[in-house]
């Protein structure tokens, strides 16, 4: 089995909600509230190998982007730890040029590049600042670059607005590309796009991963493009993970009452008529979370200790974990 | 099935921009029965939300209908002028959007608005408005309806206020509500919560519906007939069963293809090469013949219709034979 380049353990992120500065003044002298705070991640432990790809599944409001930028280093946690090959973040993002190895390509690549920079110095100006190339050769690099991604030579002069949402997803992926990443965290990647440019890009991301070895996450809300892109796949509700196993395992024998409903949910193209009555209830909100295990008033199977007791992961078989008071472990 | 009660008829939207013309729908025709839904699928710029809004009379300046007609119920819809159009509309004609909060006035409770969309319509006293609003939000299963009613849309989840959008489209009793990328936005499960109980009001009541999205794997689980457009034009018609197992047309089977869950996990999928054409720059052939491996000469000459079925028809020179 491959080396281990990240780990995290028990990480936790939590926002303080509300926050207008009036209110803040009027909590201070009236000392009768509480802050609100908001739990987006909560205890999640993760591990990563080389090469591998890790998908992370669940609704909006599950965790799953702050889970991401997390990992990405691009948001202090609130506790637990994170690892890069063995080092802790803090170690590690102090070198600059290390904090490299970890790359992000984000759902909306107009928001996420600069709509005044041409795409040469878009994808060429990281790797000229930190000296992986000469000044001098960029122009060559970037076009090894884009050619990898599949963009026309001429593309280095146009800005981002002159191409398609399809071609810039590549300029965003080129840029991610361009610091010789080890890991590339993907937010929704294609999420946004159009049925046949998603199958585009979903080949692009899988001959990377194929002639790099990059190891990737892949957070979506998709899981058809889940199943097809990676090695394992972590379902988070709520801020916790609920069921991580091997894509395969996953599909096949979902364990946890909620990734049964997700696959059950998930529209796919058949001739029958969805007859069934799918299950009722809505994401309960973050800030105010059911107690217990959080999915427990949707539950079919759910208990009355499903409401007291809050269900820790446990392995069911090696390697296919969950966390469910219920579903029996064998 | 029904006689038809709404027929679309060579239907030709243009755009008169100062880069030239927008041909963004061409020749479009298709009908619908009671108690109907009609899937029009299509990536961005295949002209399907632009066929929506055609039919609501939506299409303003320096866009245009330049051909065709819209009937309902034997009335032509291109013929009315602005006030008789906007008696259709909400009335008749019905219409959801993708995005809920563009919808919904932030501003106003959404009992308020509910009262306003039968105030525009109807002459009814407040105790029967307010007994039509209740009835309407459990039609789409809104739990504890009388609290909802005082509530603003910033109280609520996305689903909730799509609900509600949905709602007010029923409120009036239309003939025909047009959906346009209802569900895009929500999540998967309340996705499939929305689309059962859609699929019920639509077979309780009678009503035609119009499902405009990109989505093929939920129109195969909602749509009785599927229309496939690609840049403006119509690729192929005919009922889900026809579409979804056994279309002819190359750009179908294409679409088909690229979807992941009709891919072995782990594989390459299979991608059309290529992007959609400039629609300022349309030849009279197949506007997919460039990105179409069956492509030959005779694809640069204007497509005939091919009637494959009493349900399936095809545009294609060169279609798939079983």
């Not at chain 2, 739990?143 to 005082?150: A, C, H, K, M, N």
Request: charged residues 25%; hydrophobic residues 40%; neutral net charge.
């Amino acid at each position: 089995m491959n080396e281990m380049i990240f780990e995290a353990k028990d990480l936790s992120r939590s926002f303080t909600v509300g926050g207008s500065p009036l209110r803040d003044l009027a909590d201070h002298f009236l000392r009768n509230r509480q802050p609100t705070v908001l739990r987006a991640v909560d205890n999640v432990s993760l591990t990563l190998r080389e090469g591998e790809t890790l998908g992370v599944v669940g609704e909006s409001g599950c965790g799953k982007s702050t889970l991401a930028r997390m990992i990405a280093g691009i948001l202090p946690v609130s506790s637990g730890e994170r690892r890069f090959r063995g080092e802790t973040y803090d170690s590690f993002l102090a070198r600059k040029r290390d904090a490299l190895k970890i790359q992000m390509v984000f759902q909306d690549p107009l928001s996420s590049l600069n709509p005044r920079l041409r795409v040469g110095n878009i994808i060429g100006e990281a790797a000229v600042l930190h000296g992986l190339v000469p000044r001098s050769k960029v122009k060559d690099y970037v076009g090894d670059i884009l050619a990898r991604v599949g963009l026309p030579a001429d593309s280095i002069g146009r800005y981002p607005h002159q191409f398609s949402g399809g071609q810039r997803q590549r300029v965003g992926i080129a840029r991610a590309l361009a610091v010789k990443p080890d890991m590339l965290i993907c937010d929704e990647a294609v999420a946004a796009l159009d049925v046949s440019v998603q199958a585009q890009i979903i080949n692009l991301l899988m001959d990377i991963k194929r002639d790099s070895g990059l190891a990737m996450i892949f957070i979506s809300h998709d899981l058809g493009v889940i199943r097809h892109l990676c090695d394992r796949v972590a379902v988070m509700y709520l801020g916790r993970v609920v069921e991580l196993a091997e894509t395969k395992q996953l599909f096949a024998s979902p364990t946890h009452p909620y990734t049964r409903m997700l696959l059950e949910g998930m529209p796919k193209i058949s001739m029958q008529r969805r007859r069934f009555m799918p299950i009722q209830g809505e994401i309960p909100s973050p800030l105010n979370p059911p107690s217990g295990c959080h999915f427990h008033p949707r539950c079919p199977i759910a208990t009355d200790h499903c409401r007291r007791i809050r269900p820790e992961l446990r392995a069911i078989t090696p390697g296919h974990v969950h966390a469910c008071l219920n579903v029996a472990s064998d | 099935m029904s006689e038809p009660f709404f027929q679309v008829d060579g239907l030709n939207t243009w755009f008169f921009t100062r880069q030239g013309v927008i041909k963004s729908v061409r020749d479009i025709s298709f009908d619908l029965a009671r108690g109907e839904v009609l899937g029009i699928v299509g990536e961005s710029g295949s002209g399907k939300s632009v066929t929506g809004m055609s039919v609501m009379g939506q299409i303003d300046e320096p866009g245009r209908i330049v051909s065709g007609s819209i009937s309902l119920n034997g009335e032509d819809l291109t013929k009315l002028d602005f006030e008789a159009m906007r008696r259709y509309r909400g009335r008749r004609i019905a219409m959801v959007f993708q995005n809920p909060l563009m919808t919904l006035n932030p501003l106003m409770r959404v009992r308020d608005q509910m009262y306003e969309a039968i105030e525009a319509h109807e002459n009814v006293p407040h105790k029967d408005m307010h007994a039509r609003c209740i009835e309407a939000l459990k039609s789409v299963g809104i739990p504890s309806p009388e609290e909802r009613l005082t509530a603003y849309p910033h109280e609520m989840s996305g689903g909730m206020r799509q609900r509600i959008v949905i709602a007010i489209a029923l409120l009036l009793g239309p003939d025909l509500i047009i959906a346009d990328e209802p569900t895009t936005a929500l999540d998967v499960t309340i996705q499939a919560q929305i689309i059962y109980q859609i699929r019920r009001q639509i077979d309780e009541r009678g009503l035609g519906m119009i499902w405009i999205t990109h989505d093929l794997s939920t129109l195969s689980e909602l749509a009785d007939r599927i229309m496939v457009m690609y840049a403006g034009a119509m690729m192929e018609i005919g009922t889900t069963e026809e579409i979804i197992g056994s279309a002819r047309h190359p750009y179908t089977r294409k679409l088909l293809d690229s979807v992941p869950s009709r891919n072995a996990p782990g594989e390459k999928l299979k991608q059309i090469p290529g992007n959609m054409p400039s629609l300022l720059a349309l030849g009279k052939g197949c506007p997919f013949a460039n990105r179409c491996e069956r492509v030959s000469e005779i694809c640069g000459e204007p497509v005939p219709a091919k009637q494959l079925s009493g349900t399936h028809r095809i545009w294609c020179y060169h279609p798939f034979e079983d």
